[in-house]
Each structure stands twice: as C-alpha cells, then as structure tokens.
C-alpha cells in the first residue's frame, strides 16, 4: 500500500483518520446555500439529546466535539484501502478504549486522492480477481491486534445512482460477490470482527443484500438538510419521516438496524426535533439499535447547487 500520511494532520491521527484529498473548495453558489441552509439557526450546539431509555449513540468526530461525552458508545472511522498508513488504527484503537467505545471502521475500496482512483469498471474488475485481497488482509490482519470491539462496514451505499462513489451501483449480483469476498477476508484474518452491511436506504437496495451469513448489522444513512427538503419534499422531513422509507426496506431482515451515517442542517425549527428524536426509541423501529452521528462537513455536493451541508454539531467558525 502507499501511504498518505503526509496528507493527515497529527492532530487528526490522534483522533480518527480524516481524508481531505478530494474536498471540493466552496464555491459562490456553496456560500450562497450555506446562508440559506442556516436561516434562523440559533443553536449553536445541535448535539442529539441522549436519553435515559433512548437508543445508543456514536459518532464519527475527526473535530473531537463528542471527546468527553461519556454516553458515546461507538467510534466511528472512515478509512481507504489504498495510500493510508495502517499503523494509525492503533492510536484511534487507544483513543476508543479510553473512552470505552467500540470502533465502526468503514472500509472504502478507493484511494481518496482522485489522482489514484481507478474507473468504477475498472476497480469491480480487478476487486473480483483478486487484485486487492492483499489490501482488505493487511486491514484485517492489523484489525485482528486492536482491543477496541470491532464493526467493519464495507463498501456503503452500493444502491446509490449518483456516481458518488465508484462501487455503487454495480450488478447487484457483481457487488454481493465483492462483499462477500471482503468480509470472507475479515472474518478468516480478524475472527470476532462484527459485519456491517449499509445501503443507502433507497428502492432497489434489496438487490444487493449478500445474505444472513454476511450480516451482523445494518447500517442506513439518514440526512436532513432543510433546504433540499423544500425543494425535493415540498416541506421539512422528521428524522422519522427520513428514516422511514430505508428501514421498512430492511426490517424483513430481521437483523439489528443502525443509523451508520446521521447529519442535520437548517433553522431552529427544523433541526431541534432531530436533535430530540434522533436517539429516542420509536415503536415504528423496532430493531433500531444505534445512531452514528457524521461531525464534519459533507464531503460531496448536494442537489440544486446546495454545495457541501455542514453537519457538525458545533460550527466551525473558520467556514
């Protein structure tokens, strides 16, 4: 593997492994949205409230705004399997122990310098003959010496028609055999890793599902931004209402459900019934086990020239 060390901060390491290759730069139409994404936003600490009877809680936080609260129970990371240095895991590993938290590591099958990054066809191609088994076991293998509890979720949102990410939207039947060849990988050189299988939550994801045998949780996605609400759903949606459609997709499964990517951005009004309900237990989701919230600024731009939402809980005065 190359390394890309030297794109990662120190301070960032110390955290959790945090890309910026490929972080668009914001344009005039970016700082015009990011005006209207906040409307008459107040709160300056938009934090989930966590409640006594509620559902756990985590987070991916490459800033550290959730490092001291303690009802955080997963550390979230996102890491490529190409041009990163391995030996980072050991220090996010220590800092999840400390805290008592367990690691969701989301491996990404792309390097995130755009210079490096192979063709959608071209990365199933060479994943399906075995071209990059050697990446997913050096993962793995170094996975197998951390002493945080371990979830992997690889290869995320594969329904998505986008074009954000290289590996979504292949054959259901090509992705399945790439999955299953990834955590066959994990589970041979990491026994005890957890699997975390994560659609995006939209119609046609229960193509891609690879089977009980390949799944200890699902991992959904659920975003609110106040501005495209209004553009593409006439109106603000509830976390609930976001929520919904993804999960009664998934609940024929009958395994445990996470939100492994959470994120909310607009006025007051909209944002603090997330905030109150996004870790509340619902009858509506049963199986909803967890919320991972995602503390950074999006890394891909939104629809209608909304540029790239800032979900962290704490604005960055720097933006």
Do not use: C
């Not at 998934?250 to 445990?256: D, I, L, N, S």
């Amino acid at each position: 593997m190359k390394t890309l060390a030297k794109r990662i901060s120190t301070a960032t390491i110390a955290i959790l492994l945090v890309g910026v290759a490929d972080l668009p730069h914001r344009s005039a139409a970016q700082n015009a949205a990011a005006v209207l994404n906040a409307g008459a936003q107040t709160i300056t600490d938009k934090r989930p409230a966590i409640h006594a009877d509620g559902i756990k809680f985590g987070a991916y936080d490459p800033h550290g705004d959730f490092g001291a609260q303690q009802s955080v129970t997963t550390e979230h990371l996102f890491l490529p399997w190409e041009d990163v240095d391995l030996e980072t895991l050991r220090v996010a590993d220590a800092y999840a122990l400390a805290r008592g938290r367990n690691l969701l590591i989301t491996v990404e099958p792309w390097s995130w310098d755009v210079d490096w990054r192979l063709t959608s066809t071209e990365l199933r191609q060479k994943l399906l003959r075995g071209d990059y088994d050697a990446n997913m076991r050096a993962i793995a293998m170094m996975i197998a010496q951390l002493k945080s509890p371990v979830i992997v979720r690889w290869g995320q949102e594969m329904e998505d028609k986008t074009g954000r990410f290289s590996w979504s939207g292949w054959n259901p039947p090509d992705y399945i055999a790439a999955y299953s060849r990834m955590m066959d990988i994990v589970r041979q050189k990491a026994p005890g890793t957890k699997l975390m299988w994560s659609p995006k939550g939209e119609p046609g994801l229960n193509a891609y599902y690879p089977g009980d045998n390949y799944v200890d949780f699902v991992g959904l996605s659920v975003f609110g931004l106040e501005a495209y609400d209004k553009i593409a759903h006439n109106g603000p949606r509830t976390f609930t209402e976001a929520l919904k459609p993804g999960y009664d997709l998934v609940a024929q499964y009958g395994k445990p459900v996470w939100v492994a990517e959470l994120g909310y951005e607009g006025s007051d009004n909209y944002i603090k019934p997330w905030m109150d309900t996004a870790a509340t237990k619902q009858s509506d989701f049963p199986e909803l086990q967890e919320v991972v919230y995602f503390n950074d600024r999006d890394v891909h731009a939104w629809p209608f020239d909304l540029g790239r939402p800032d979900w962290r809980v704490i604005e960055d005065a720097s933006n």
